[in-house]
């Protein structure tokens, strides 16, 4: 199972997001969400577990909870959607 985790302070790193999950589990990965331009965390990660039972246990466990000295939100991860960019791309709007 695929967990969103949201709240996370900018010291939490990949490593200590896996220790944290792997009290109740196995834990196939986990990254946290670094932003492109600046370099740091944008808050939010995500940890792939094989079990979905242990996931489950994990997820009840951890949400809400304090990590960092802030209260993160766990829950199962939505499908990724496609996105458009920012701004219009392509011959229309070229000059």
Not at 38 to 57: H, I, L, Q
């Amino acid at each position: 199972m695929n967990i969103y985790v949201a709240g996370l302070g900018p010291e939490v790193a990949a490593e200590s997001l896996k220790a944290l999950f792997s009290a109740y589990g196995q834990v196939d990965s986990s990254k946290v969400m670094i932003d492109g331009f600046t370099g740091y965390s944008r808050g939010f990660g995500f940890v792939e577990m094989p079990d979905n039972a242990e996931a489950a246990k994990a997820i009840l466990a951890i949400d809400g909870s304090m990590v960092e000295g802030l209260a993160v939100s766990v829950t199962e991860a939505k499908p990724a959607t496609e996105r458009k960019g920012s701004y219009p791309v392509g011959p229309k709007y070229r000059k």
